[in-house]
Nanobody, 121 residues
């Protein structure tokens, strides 16, 4: 199973970025996909997640109203639209997915390699 992220970069305060992530490999079923972030010296925290079956979304309080998570029609991709970015959003962003690789597998969490988001003037 592989998760590949794209879309990070440098943006000015107040700007926008869109992160995308796709999951591939041996997959029986996917429960949800999401994004975590980790700033230097800080713990990795959940930013947003979405269930694949019904697109139920969850957001960390600081990003509510600014970030929107969505899944693709193929149900193997997820995007995070980030608007009105601030310096506090600067971090490495990691895509994650909880899935079962096979019918007999336990639910397992997989991670992408991370993509850097830097908000600076």
């Amino acid at each position: 199973v592989h998760l590949v992220e794209s879309g990070g970069g440098l943006v000015q305060p107040g700007g926008s970025l869109r992160l995308s992530c796709s999951v591939s490999g041996n997959i029986f079923s996917i429960l949800d996909m999401g994004w975590y972030r980790q700033a230097p010296g800080k713990a990795r925290t959940l930013v947003a997640s979405i269930t694949i079956r019904d697109s139920s979304a969850h957001y960390e309080d600081s990003v509510k109203g600014r970030f929107t998570i969505s899944r693709g029609d193929a149900r193997t991709t997820v995007s995070l639209q980030m608007n009105n970015l601030t310096s506090g959003d600067t971090a490495e962003y990691f895509c994650t997915s909880r899935l079962r690789p096979s019918e007999l597998s336990d639910l397992t969490t997989y991670w992408g390699q991370g993509t850097q988001v830097t908000v600076s003037s």
